[in-house]
């Protein structure tokens, strides 16, 4: 059994920056990969990055690429995400995932466990 817990979240300005983190406990030898998840009110969940524990190697939506940066500590067990110039667009609530299966990095289904999440909220 394995756990995930993100902190991080908080409020913002437009144009400001928030680092999230992922802690991963339990039996996380198994992780091929990890990800991180967004869930706006009333929309799907979508994924915005995944990272290979292996290589450290990430895939990001297009909506987030070039603002984003995910990655990952030495032991593979704590996932970072460093957000900058945050937009309104970008506030969810923002959930860590990992899968110890292949599968389209982008989607829900390919993961296996998931946190509780943490608040994001970018005020114009």
């Known amino acids: 059994q394995a756990h995930l817990k993100e902190s991080g979240g908080g409020s913002v300005q437009a144009g400001g920056s928030l680092r999230l983190s992922c802690v991963a406990s339990?039996?996380?030898?198994?992780?091929?990969?990890m990800g991180w998840f967004r869930q706006a009110p009333g929309k799907e969940r979508e994924g915005i990055v995944s990272?290979?524990?292996?290589?450290?190697?990430?895939l990001y939506a297009d909506s987030v690429e070039d603002r984003f940066t995910c990655s990952l500590d030495n032991d593979g067990n704590t996932m970072y995400l460093q957000m900058n110039n945050l937009k309104p667009e970008d506030t969810a609530m923002y959930y860590c995932?990992?899968?110890?299966?292949?599968?389209?990095?982008?989607?829900?289904?390919?993961?296996?466990?998931w946190g509780q999440g943490t608040q994001v909220t970018v005020s114009s």
């Open positions: 995932a990992a899968s110890d299966k292949a599968g389209l990095w982008y989607r829900v289904a390919t993961y296996d466990y």
């Open positions: 339990g039996d996380t030898y198994t992780f091929v990969r």
């Open positions: 990272i290979y524990r292996s290589s450290g190697a990430a």
